[in-house]
């Protein structure tokens, strides 16, 4: 019997042991490559035109031969669908045209069960206006949910003439929502007038503004419960974290973001309290704020580099990553490494290679495969967290002259549609996303004869797929690579064409060059004094590194990317 106790308490001190070592490692997401997926456009399951949970857990086999970590999918939360399902009913249960609460579940399970985890999005700065908590509010001033949203008799003076913007941080006049509700004249909204915003208080509540509560008054502190308990519920069934749509939005009137910072601060703090294998990831657009605000992961706006929009539909602007080798580095080298720097070693940076809001990399005339692996070569060579957007690994083609779909399109935005086409499979019907008739798919399918689709390029082993399958295979070999390894420009920023720059950890040192121009470029680059270079990216044919003193000489064909290792 003195054994048997003896015995036990050795095991339980063991597991005691493994638990504190297992957490003193570093979690799984801080070296982890993500892959978003739009759920109505991956794949439809049941034929009507919508895809689905099932439908996703079909591709699950396929998710994980890219070589991702985890997936993070917009709100398949119930909802009136007027923002692509960023306007929530209800937190708390699936949208029946994607299954239900158990098909989630089902999914995640069989997630894990394959090494992936599973990301929800967060919609905490607002509901939709059909959201149960909203029609009371609207009510009257003494009901549960009375205060869970800002209402207002007028709009004040200060907002008037003001137009809010992601910078100023003051709510202005286009915030005000007028409504005949008895509960006020307007209230606050924070994207769509549909949109309500969810009251976390004011920064600076105006006495004369009796509306504006403070960040710890009764109201504010119900909604920050609600949304742990919303967090909680989901948590609680296994998903192992979230994206945080418009994190930075919450707190009313904050310029420069102190109170919306200490709000995070507690916030985060629970989190990781309660669910220290989880992750929170910020869509802030300001690491070194969300850093500060207890964020492990933020994402870093699409600057002059890739995009081709200021707002709209494709537009042919001067972008890096274009042909004619017009683009510029130097705003998007400022802004980068600014807060590289800002946060290394405190948290890291998203760069993801585009998103459900954005054009996709191929748009316009960037839609060559060479031109998309020299972009992919750079997405999934910088330091940080790689977010892989469905449909870029194959190399998708946004669409232009779509329609507006659930607030692709409206007041906020133009168009996004054109980035959230169903995925295309194969070459069968509706390229093997749905069985559902041509005016039941959530959006057309890309009617292109030579589009590109998984089938294809799983045969051809020089396709965007397979080299993106190797870019993340040479990521994970290697410390230098990884999210945390060091970056370092090493091409003068004034002469943009070619960039090179390195990832190194210890000994371990990567050069990669990058020529996205039409054109065959040279370039010399202070010596990184090693006599061994392998290419271990990109084609042999497309250029060579020679080392030298004082100077390291490289060549580059045009539309090309490297990448080698030195030793
Ligand atoms: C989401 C958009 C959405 C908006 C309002 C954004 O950050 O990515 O798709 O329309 O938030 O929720």
Redesign the pocket.
Known sequence: MKYAVRLISMIAWLFVQTGASAQTSAPWFENAIFYQIYPPSYKDSDGDGIGDLKGIREKLDYVKSLGVDAIWF?PVFSSPFK??G??VADYYSVDKRYGTNDDLVELIRKAHEKGLKLCL?L?I??TSNENPWFLESAKGTNLRYSDYYIWTPVIPDEAKGIKSTRDNNILGEDKYVHSNAPRGNYYIK???DI?PALNFGYANPNPSNPWEQSVDAPGPQAVQREMKNVISFWMDKGIDGFRV??ASSIVKNDPGKKATIRVWQGLNHWFKEKYPGGVLIA?WFNPRQSSEAGFPIDFMRETALVSNRQGGEFEPLVCYFAKDGKGQLKDWYEQFSDQYHATKGKSLISLPTG???NPRLNAGDRNTPDQLKVAMTFFLTMPGVPVIYYGDEIGMKFLTGLYNKE?SQGE??KN?AGSRTPMQWDSTKNAGFSAAGFWNLYLPVDKDPDRPDVAKEERDPNSLLNYTRELLRLRKSSNALSAAGEWQLLSDVNKPYPMVYSRYAGSELYCIILNPTGKKLEAAIPTLRKNKVSLVAGSPQAGNYKTGSPYDRISINAVSALVFKME
């Open positions: 917009t923002d692509g960023y306007d999005d919609v700065g607002h924070n994207y769509y949109q749509d418009l869509e998103n459900h809001d607030g906020a935005t996004r």
